[in-house]
């Protein structure tokens, strides 16, 4: 939904006309030599209802789909071709927009350490009219300034920004040409090496000249204001680690986010107009995950950032601590992007609460009652006149574009140009601290941006995750659990075996085993710890399970005895404990490259547990699985010098015999087997694997993974 509104704001060929746009853009201006020159930078997205054009914007647009693909791949469908048409190409709807995008980044960054800001400037707010055919005069015919970076105060005539370095622009060049590298790399290989080279160089030049890179202005006073550029070194240096696995980037990025350890609008409740600009500091979450000597800090770091918000917010009925500067929504889409990443990394739920406010407050439950997302599905009231000019002229709302938002009534009372055109509908709720309208002469809380509207792409896709697992949970209350509440066995009406491998200091049947998984044609689940990722001997079946496309699942990190042998009803592990050894096991995992939602089933350690480790697991959004009581192959690590000792060939002959015994066989049956067993059992059942799969596939069986 929120692609409508990016494709609408495409400049070059945009497909919501059927038209093109800028096609003269532009000419080269404050370059010391070259200005005057005509430079092919057409493409990108306008900014908001006027046709500029920023880098600063758009980089972290781009970035923030980019984020939004990466942490949610599977939300996205191909519904449109590259132009924007209905149509498919194979490649999913949000990498043709994050394409879009930096194909005009790197026409805005055509050599090393030659960059460009800004398309246009102030020059452009001549009133509504639609960006083809656009009369704004820039002295050139059709053809607009380009804004060349200097590091140097910029304003071609008496109104200057304050401009103090590179880094800022140059940083959101290397993130995002970073990330785009490495999604699009199985995409188009070319195009990423490109982003590679792009990404590294760019990050060296914002090194050269440290400061930030602010927007130009010409006939106001009015710019971009942004003043820290400490966060978009910390996210360039964090994406260059991972394009080179160098880890000196990381202690560089680490750095960098000690200058700053919360984002300033957070701490002081205020900013001048994106004077703290990207909104939400998505390298403080990415450190907060690698495993490094200050990890810990920046977890910490994030929770003081959303603590001082909640400690504004704490005796607000909407428990909204934002501030309603202009663009509040801006900064609700960051907050709530903050706290779910806190909340993911850490376990912590201290600000659920406040994030599910904030979430609902641009659903909706504000003061005004109306959703902040133009033509948003499913509610009663939405932006209908937004200050656009596609709105005033042709009729109808920007769909999907999220709009700016409430400001203080002070900033509403001492702005000059904004008449309402329309009696106020929400007059009745606009007499305190911030006002809205929904209003085509309101720019100040009603103009949709591209950048807010893209900020929120992360969340809302995460949202739309979560019901995913939801609807997965209520399909799974078809299975059978046992006294304690775990699975054991998986919609007995199908005729289904989902063969199980868990292993933590063992592994040496693992190569056999993933090689005849390949060669049967079968996918299954598999179940590792902690341990198990730390072993450098392992590495590579990890990879080879990833890439074959099996399930990994947590199975605990130090493969702990949770419950009593002797009496199940005995926890042996504190709640705190039991956290702290799955947060663990998920991080080795993250490490490896699954991330925690692609892994929502959890087999104990020991396949040992009782009813509270099952209610645990369920408050961190996991599912408890077991192998079927009475297939027995879990007995498979038993050595000979044990008394329940069980051979290969009674553990096959029990298997078949369990089948046999059952009114419904295997259907829906978890066939447990280990990776690999103490050296002291010779008797590999592993070995039985193509047995297994030959045996119960003549019988008209399917084996899957969870």
């Not at 937004?386 to 005033?392: I, Q």
């Not at 074959?548 to 605990?556: P, R």
């Not at 050595?639 to 000792?645: A, G």
Request: aromatic share 14%.
């Amino acid at each position: 939904y929120l692609l409508k509104y990016m494709r609408q704001q495409r400049c070059g060929y945009n497909p919501y006309l059927k038209d093109s746009c800028h096609l003269h853009d532009g000419f080269i201006v404050d370059h010391p030599t070259r200005s005057g020159e005509l430079v092919d930078v057409n493409g990108g997205w306008h900014d908001a209802t006027d046709y500029l054009q920023y880098l600063t914007t758009s980089a972290n647009a781009v970035y923030q789909l980019l984020f939004a693909y990466q942490e949610n791949p599977e939300i996205f469908g191909d519904e449109h071709l590259a132009n924007g048409h209905e149509g498919k190409n194979g490649i999913p709807d949000i990498l043709d927009e994050v394409r879009w995008g930096l194909e005009w980044m790197v026409k805005m960054n055509p050599d090393s350490g030659f960059m460009f800001n800004q398309i246009a400037d102030d020059r452009d707010h001549v009133g509504f009219r639609l960006p083809v055919g656009d009369k704004a005069d820039y002295g050139r015919g059709d053809y607009r300034p380009v804004y060349f970076i200097t590091g140097e105060r910029q304003g071609l005539a008496q109104y200057k920004n304050r401009t103090t370095g590179v880094s800022s622009s140059a940083g959101k060049y290397a993130s995002s040409f970073g990330l785009g590298s490495q999604i699009f790399n199985k995409i188009d290989p070319e195009f990423a090496g490109l982003l590679k080279e792009k990404s590294i160089d760019a990050y060296e030049f914002a090194l050269t000249d440290i400061g930030e890179t602010q927007t130009a202005c010409n006939v106001s006073p009015y710019f971009y204001e942004e003043n820290n550029y400490v966060d978009d070194l910390e996210l360039a240096a964090w994406e260059v680690y991972r394009l080179t696995g160098d880890e000196k980037f990381v202690e560089e990025a680490a750095y960098w986010g000690e200058v700053e350890p919360i984002t300033p609008w957070m701490e002081r409740g205020f900013a001048r107009h994106y004077q703290y600009y990207p909104f939400v500091n998505l390298g403080h979450s990415y450190l907060s995950k690698h495993s490094h000597e200050k990890q810990d800090l920046f977890e910490k770091n994030m929770k003081d950032g959303l603590q001082v918000i909640f400690n504004r917010a704490e005796n607000d009925p909407f428990l909204n601590g934002i501030p309603f500067i202009w663009c509040s929504n801006n900064l609700v889409a960051a907050a709530i992007t903050h706290a779910k990443l806190y909340r993911e990394t850490s376990g912590d739920n201290t600000f659920l609460e406040m994030e599910s406010a904030l979430r609902d407050w641009l659903f909706g439950c504000n003061p005004w009652g109306t959703a902040m997302l133009c033509g948003m599905p499913g509610t009663k009231d939405s932006p209908l006149y937004p200050h656009s000019s596609y709105t005033v002229l042709l009729g109808g709302t920007t769909y999907g574009g999220l709009v700016d938002g409430p400001v203080y009534s002070y900033i509403f009372n001492s702005l000059q140009g904004v008449v309402l055109t329309e009696e106020d509908e929400y007059k009745t709720f606009n007499n305190g601290k911030a006002v809205y309208h929904d209003d085509t002469g309101d720019f100040s809380t009603n103009e949709p941006t591209m950048d807010g509207t893209a900020s929120l792409s992360y969340y809302l896709s995460s949202l739309e995750m979560e019901g995913r697992k939801q609807a997965v949970k209520k399909k799974i209350t078809q299975c059978v659990k046992d006294d304690e509440g775990a699975i054991i066995r998986i919609n007995p009406e199908e005729k289904n075996v989902y063969l199980i491998f868990s292993a933590d200091e063992y592994s040496e049947g693992a190569a056999h085993i993933l090689k005849t998984l390949r060669k049967k044609e079968v996918k299954a689940s598999f179940f590792l710890t902690g341990n198990y990722y730390r072993n450098p001997d392992f590495a590579k079946y990890i990879q080879q399970i990833i890439k074959d496309g099996h399930y990994i699942g947590a199975h605990s990190d130090k493969h702990l005895l949770y419950n009593s042998w002797e009496n199940c009803d005995s926890v042996l592990v504190s709640y705190e404990e039991f956290y702290n050894d799955l947060a663990g096991n998920y991080k080795e995992m993250f490490d490896a490259g699954i991330k925690a939602h692609e892994a929502p089933y959890y087999l104990p350690p020991y396949e040992w547990y009782n009813s509270t480790i099952v209610d645990w697991a369920d408050q961190l959004g996991l599912t408890i699985v077991n192998f079927t009581p009475g297939s027995g192959t879990n007995s498979d690590y038993t050595t000979p010098d044990m008394k329940k000792y069980k051979s290969s060939d009674e553990l096959m002959k029990g298997l078949i015999n369990f089948e046999q015994s059952q009114s419904n066989g295997l259907n829906g049956a978890l066939v447990l087997i280990h990776l690999g067993t103490h050296p002291g059992r010779k008797d590999k059942f592993y070995q039985k694997l193509k047995l297994i799969i030959d045996t119960f596939s003549e019988k008209g069986y399917s084996f899957c993974r969870l």
